[in-house]
């Protein structure tokens, strides 16, 4: 047999331990030993004889395999439930929770890209309708305000999106919108359209002539600066005629009422009053003949498209719900010798038009409106197209908080040809003779302003000292304005010591009605007198003004 023990040049090698030149003997095998040491000095097991204490258990061959898949799991044992949660965690989704997840993403995108779209139709628009940076809706910046802490809105609509309109330019439509940020209430009244006015400048009538030719008059560019101009002058020139600061300016085509009643939903329902639900007929409706065309070319084909009369605007007395349309034209219908329920023509139409636009507001707040997408989206054309104004961008939410939380019943529209003593005569005039705005002045300004001294109801005496004929009229003008009711207007005796009078001089009458008092120390800026007057004053009168030469 072949030797197979490892050899260097023909040695064997040595045992281990060996020295050489010892004398090798044959060892004597010991049986091997097959005891299990486990570390104790008393206690010996036989390899592969079980011990009782440390049997091996089903658990424990599964956690082995368990890290033989997964080096990194730990090794100490988990409880059934944490185990099962483990296993359920593997398991793969159900079809049912796939098509569950991937239809509420997919959601999700449509709502991210319906508001994109709404966002870059707002910015558009918004660059045409307000002034200021987009970036600025953020914002809720509170509105400008008078010294009597209002807001005042001038709207002016025009026809100038109807190409065959005759003084498309003209607006036929003056109301003014004042609101209280902190009370949350709110006015409106409407200035005739054919108020004689002096423009200031030359217009095309002239020097004077109908309030709505102003608007156009102002300048006749068709840029947005231009547009912007004839909004901050039309303000200032019918503020001046109602006594009132205006901050702000709106500009509106008559299409504009049509496409926002269709964006609200197609109809908006507006109480039909014929002639104000007064006169002889206080309950009759209205009917306007002159928008019969609309039905039709022929009274038979009239009849069939408008029942039962063949009218495009005939409404019974009492809420109705009108369309877009409808909507649109009862807003221009005034009276004429064919027509019902329109006795008092421009008024008419004026008080329609502010239920008209109360009843916008009101459907527009309706749960549901302004979070319908169509809506919004429809909205936002229909101010972009046909709206204009010098509202800033960050004002925006503070205006449409205001539309929301002023109620119904705080929004007053103020009758200017129904007043107990009428403010304009028939024509549209002013009942104090052409261009005498005073009493206008003084009734808006104990409805709408209510300064607290006209709660105190001041009655002053005005002479005039100046020498300079006209000037305690013009002072007492301006006072009645204010809310003071004139007593008498005259001339003021010659000074005893042959001296002229100061520029203003007031005595003080009765200490009943400090803030008037206090009012006219800051109209004037000077001390009120509390000894006799010059002259002797008797009847209601408080405060006694004598007006000196101007200094």
Not at 331 to 341: E, K
Not at 404 to 409: E, T
Request: include cysteine.
């Amino acid at each position: 047999m072949k030797n197979t023990r490892p050899s260097i040049d023909g040695f064997i090698p040595r045992r281990p331990g060996s020295q050489l030149g010892d004398l090798h003997e044959k060892e004597i095998e010991k049986p091997i030993d097959r005891s299990l040491h486990t570390g104790e000095s008393t206690r010996q097991a036989v390899v592969g004889v079980a011990r009782e204490e440390k049997i091996i258990g089903r658990s424990d061959l599964d956690e082995s395999l368990r890290q033989l898949d997964d080096p990194d799991e730990k090794t100490t044992r988990r409880s059934r439930r944490a185990q099962k949660k483990l296993d359920k965690k593997k398991r793969p989704k159900s079809k049912t929770k796939r098509i569950i997840m991937w239809t509420l993403i997919g959601l999700v995108i449509i709502a991210l890209g319906l508001g994109g779209y709404l966002l870059f139709k707002a910015v558009n628009a918004s660059d045409s309708v307000f002034k200021g940076s987009f970036l600025d809706i953020v914002k809720s910046d509170p509105l400008k305000e008078d010294a009597n802490g209002r807001s005042n809105f001038l709207i002016l609509g025009t026809s100038e999106d109807d190409p065959g309109h005759q003084g498309a330019n003209l607006t036929d439509s003056i109301m003014v919108l004042s609101i209280n940020q902190t009370t949350k209430d709110a006015y409106t009244f409407s200035i005739p359209r054919d108020l004689i006015v002096q423009y200031g400048q030359a217009c095309v009538s002239g020097y004077s002539g109908k309030v709505n030719v102003y608007f156009s008059c102002a300048n006749d560019g068709t840029d947005a600066a231009s547009e912007q101009d004839r909004l901050t002058k039309t303000q200032a020139f019918i503020g001046n005629i109602v006594g009132m600061d205006i901050q702000y300016g709106i500009h509106v085509n008559y299409t504009v009422m049509r496409d926002v009643v269709n964006a609200i939903g197609g109809s908006i329902t507006v109480n039909i009053e014929g002639d104000n639900g007064q006169g002889p007929q206080p309950n009759i409706g209205i009917m306007d003949a002159n928008f019969d065309w609309k039905c039709g070319a022929n009274y038979a084909k009239r009849k069939t498209v408008c029942p039962p009369d063949g009218h495009f605007i005939d409404y019974q007395p009492g809420p109705q719900v009108l369309d877009a349309e409808h909507a649109l034209y009862l807003a221009q219908a005034r009276g004429d010798t064919t027509n019902v329920g329109l006795a008092q023509s421009n008024f008419d139409r004026e008080r329609n038009q502010q239920k008209i636009l109360i009843a916008i507001r009101d459907k527009a707040m309706t749960t549901g409106t302004l979070t319908n997408i169509n809506a919004v989206s429809q909205l936002i054309d229909a101010l972009g197209n046909n709206l204009r104004t010098n509202i800033q961008t960050k004002e925006i939410r503070t205006l449409l908080g205001l539309a929301k939380d002023i109620p119904s019943d705080k929004i007053t529209s103020i009758d200017l040809h129904a007043a107990t003593s009428p403010i304009f005569d028939g024509s549209g005039q002013p009942t104090a003779g052409q261009y005498s705005y005073s009493a206008l002045q003084a009734y808006l300004n104990k409805v709408i302003t209510q300064e607290p001294f006209v709660k105190e109801e001041p009655h002053v005496t005005v002479l005039n000292g100046s020498g300079t004929a006209g000037m305690a009229q013009t002072e007492a003008d301006k006072l009645i304005a204010k809310g003071f009711t004139v007593d008498s207007v005259g001339n003021a005796p010659d000074t005893t010591d042959g001296s002229t009078y100061p520029a203003v001089t007031v005595y003080q009458l009765t200490d009943k009605k400090p803030l008037t008092a206090a009012k006219l120390k800051t109209v004037y800026g000077v001390t009120l007198k509390i000894t006799k007057p010059p002259v002797s004053v008797v009847g209601a009168t408080d405060f006694l003004i004598i007006i000196g030469p101007t200094q």
